[in-house]
């Protein structure tokens, strides 16, 4: 009985204060107090966007690319995760020039947009090459990573958003 109390409650402690193991170990190792006067640097926060649609939700697929980017420029160091369908956005063999909503940005132009704010964007290996994807046809800012630079991206993310 006390072996399993000693489990539980730290285990309610974290539950109960949101924090991963992670997060509690990293709080217990308090940093040197900065500098007087001197601005504490925040961490980047680092963000996968994950998206498996594509054409046929366009809704989707623009609301992705937009947050995305509204991420990047808002100083999160951003992945946009296409798998499934998704890995077609990628695909320079299909067209881009759709539009969704009232704006009069095309697909293609929120695309380029979120990689010029300095976004990435990675392929799973496996769903692109079953849409025939590779190195060749990338749109710019495109790669397909191994499966283990991919599994390292999403472990590294501070927060995971799915369309």
Request: proline share 6%.
């Amino acid at each position: 009985m006390k072996r399993t109390m000693k489990v539980v409650i730290p285990l309610l402690a974290v539950a109960t204060l949101g924090l991963s193991p992670g997060s509690l170990e990293a709080q217990t190792q308090q940093a040197p107090p900065a500098p007087r006067g001197a601005q504490a640097a925040r961490p980047q926060r680092q963000v996968v966007v994950h998206l498996t649609k594509d054409a046929g939700d366009l809704h989707a697929v623009a609301m992705s690319l937009d947050l995305a980017q509204a991420l990047q420029e808002g100083g999160a160091r951003v992945t946009l995760f296409l798998d499934l369908e998704g890995v077609r956005l990628a695909d320079t063999r299909v067209p881009n020039q759709l539009g969704w909503g009232m704006g009069k940005q095309t697909i293609a132009d929120r695309y380029n947009r979120f990689v010029k704010a300095g976004g990435s964007v990675l392929l799973c290996p496996h769903c692109a090459e079953n849409a025939g994807l590779t190195t060749a046809n990338l749109r710019q800012g495109a790669r397909l990573p191994t499966p283990r630079q991919l599994a390292e991206t999403i472990l590294q993310a501070d927060q995971v958003i799915d369309y």
